[in-house]
């Protein structure tokens, strides 16, 4: 049963990986009526009597079991029970809709057109109300999607640590705005695409990215997508005037995938594969990009390798300047072209108006006011369009709803796990000065990737730097921006 | 039923594909696992008792289906019938076997070492042997094979083939040898990778390839792999020494992808998507790579195209000197680059040889002296090395063994076809000369592409152009080489 479904599972993704990669403009159909299928093969094997008979029984004797094979049957019989709660004509026209709502979501967004885009949008909230309902009748539906993601996460909760950071960070970001920090000249040139195509081959090397077992494509939207720890695949994107975009797309990306490299091997082909949920996930991607990738110390080899490759537009350029440049915090409109500080801002926008959609509050219609209006108040600032408002992300044409406080939750566990890190490993930072990322990738190996989902999040975290405290996160925040402007 | 192995030939032609073009080195395990898994999936579907109680029963029924239906019902049952004769577990150890043995053969061919590569050519000889006597004991293995790939094509039918193709093709080329055309100084310059890449989009064009159903990629050999009408992929490889070698795999791939593209709407995600037969298919590929694109008429567009990407290296150039260029005759090493004339006689030494592995009256041990030998005895030239020889081919350690004479055997159908075609398409060269295929395109759609696998191979040739007779290929091959050698 799980052979079958890991199988499943590495051409679903690998279908998807390549339908925003490579794929002809006319193959979304084929691909989402393949797709379609093979989610409905995956419906069937779970929910056929001799599997969920043998789960059953596993659960029974769960404890004369390892403990790999204990979580995987606990893991298979709470995704199963998901599953079996959906019909499975509806389970199949869910997978299909997404895949052709990602493919006109491209191309909504390329002509800036929402009323394009709405009709599949309003199908896939509707689909997640009613899956919500389906899976737990008795909870608030948008607790039960975040759960989805991230057991036993709770709007409650989610609330509370979005309030916390916004009365920590909003202050901060009011008194950083007055200054105004002007961009450096050197981010503003233009590096052309063969040379950051070449600088992202560079960077993957500098993150210690192994790659024979990683490669990289281009897309609209960067990802990771990993089939096991031998194949995984990031893509990035490259605009000739902002080559720090990409910079910071394969750092982000390739902290995914070093996670996924670093799982055991026995964990391959099992449903404990890939990690152990999207906040943990997005921890050590946002590791990579901001604890390391934004430091002081990584700023040194981060300008050597860039400059080797661009040394006409880097000539002038000091650690400093450097430094101070992936820094810059202002408010923005492009969440993952965000800078460290304002960037849980950006999830707080998205994190409020998938709440009220679920809960029915908000029509899918109000989506671009609402969205403008909340950029407006958290942010100070106000999207011209679509195309940069509510557009912009891939995630609710994907079905994800109830993923993007993962995003904000994994910087706050980053900041958290680096206070034990830099406890326990010597000379961290001065390893990090010198362009070695070996002891950082170690210790992140040793306490959380090698142990792929083995764990529940929330236990693995404390099993790592104890309970889950957001002060670690707004402290690192306020130290280094308070640091970096002077305040 | 048909979705489902419909939806699981989309995931795995992808995996594999995905497989020589883009993957990490280090993915082989993992793709070979999930394409095992895959592939028993298939078998327990097809040999599934609902499934054969299903096909049946519409057999019985036969008369009261419509032209496809029937067809498929037909074509399932020969399918499902040879599956459900190999026991699962040898079906799924062969599709690892032969994922596995593809990435040994490139190493073994990149580094010219046939024992790394032999023991993986042994297992998958045993294995054909063993499969050919489950599918029809009362059959010499061999035949068997060659049914697999061409419904009914034996072993005497191929001697018989040869036998002629050699007599009028031998002589030939003797007289042709003796001449020793030289190479003309375009084809030696260096045309740069980039150059080459954008080239073979231009030809794409020229062919009449639709961008939005059809991209290219790179790899060792070039293939096309398609998962309906709306997805196709060919590859091409690129040697700055030899141009001309991408100019005319994208061709011929390009002929391939054209075939599969023009297929009946009707037909995707049934197993009747495709085309006829590997000769039917071939007979497309190099109907647009031969006698097409190495025809007089056509050398004038080709030389514009090319000439537009790389005018330094083709200023001097004539069309008569391209014509000649790209229809030099001469004995060589390599299949894929062998000329027109030569082609049948590289695919003659394969076919003596895989009949005799099948036979058992050769070892694998023996192949790379044989195939030397086999080099020497037909084309009067020695391979130096087994790259150049026994190991330039993917085909055996994909598992193909009887799909060799489909290539010689498509040479001619495409010769018989265009007799047909110069007799019902009027002016239809001084068309090929501006450059434009559309006629060409709309009469082999017309007569050939449009019904897919809806008729058996030969009874789709006799309805296009009667029954086969291989001295329309020799007399086309006389004809144009005596013209072009003044004989």
């Known amino acids: 049963m799980e052979a079958k479904q890991a199988a499943l599972a590495h051409a679903e993704e690998l279908l998807t990986c390549d339908g925003v990669t490579l794929a002809p403009e006319a193959s979304v159909e084929g691909r989402a009526r393949t797709l379609g299928v093979l989610s409905e093969m995956e419906y069937e094997i779970a929910a056929s009597p001799e599997a969920q008979r043998l789960l059953e029984e596993l659960e029974e004797h769960s404890d004369e079991l390892d403990e790999q094979v204990r979580r995987e049957v606990k893991v298979l019989r709470r995704e199963t029970a998901k599953i079996l709660k959906i019909p499975a004509e509806e389970y199949m026209q869910y997978s299909m809709l997404v895949s052709e709502a990602s493919d006109v979501w491209i191309r909504a967004k390329n002509s800036n057109d929402y009323a394009l885009f709405a009709p599949y949008l309003e199908k896939i909230v509707a689909a997640n109300r009613r899956m919500a309902a389906l899976w737990n009748p008795n909870e608030e539906p948008y607790n039960v999607l975040l759960d989805n993601f991230e057991e036993g996460l709770t709007t409650e909760a989610c609330d509370g640590f979005f309030r ?100 055991d091997d026995r964990f391959n082909y099992t449903c404990l594969y ?175 990737h090698q142990y792929s989902a083995l764990y529940p999040p929330m236990e693995l975290l404390e099993r790592v730097c104890g309970k889950f405290d957001p002060s670690y996160y707004t402290n690192y925040l306020k130290a280094k921006f308070t640091e970096l402007y002077h305040l």
């Open 164 to 263: 916390t950071v916004r009365s920590e960070i909003v202050p901060l970001l009011e008194k950083i705005k007055e200054i105004r920090a002007p961009h450096e000249a050197f981010a503003l040139r233009a590096y052309d695409l063969a040379g950051q195509e070449k600088l992202a081959h560079a960077l993957m090397d500098l993150e210690g990215i192994d790659a024979k077992r990683c490669v990289l494509g281009t897309t609209e939207h960067p990802f990771t997508s990993g089939f096991n720890n031998k194949d995984v695949r990031i893509t990035t994107h490259y605009h000739e005037n902002s080559f720090l975009s990409s910079v910071y797309s394969v750092l982000h990306e390739g902290g995914h995938a070093i996670y996924e490299m670093n799982g």
């Open 274 to 448: 890939g990690g152990a949920s999207m906040s943990i996930h997005e921890s050590q991607s946002r590791f990579y990009e901001n604890i390391i990738g934004r430091s002081r110390a990584f700023s040194g080899p981060m300008l050597k390798v860039c400059r080797e490759i661009f040394p006409e537009q880097l000539r002038d350029v000091t650690e400093d300047q450097f430094y101070r440049e992936i820094n810059i915090a202002e408010p923005s409109l492009i969440r993952t072209e965000a800078d460290e500080l304002t960037y849980s801002l950006h999830v707080m926008v998205r994190y409020e108006i998938e709440k009220q959609l679920i809960a029915g509050s908000l029509s899918v219609a109000e989506v671009p006011a609402v969205w403008n209006n909340l950029y407006e108040e958290y942010l100070g600032i106000r999207p011209q369009n679509d195309r940069e408002g509510c557009l912009q992300d891939s995630h609710w044409s994907g079905g994800m709803l109830g993923y993007f406080p993962s995003y904000a939750l994994g910087s706050a566990y980053g900041a958290q796990m680096l206070a034990r890190m830099e406890e326990q490993v010597e000379h961290v930072w001065e390893s990090v000065a010198d362009g070695d990322l070996e002891p950082v990738t170690a210790w992140l190996k040793e306490n959380i």
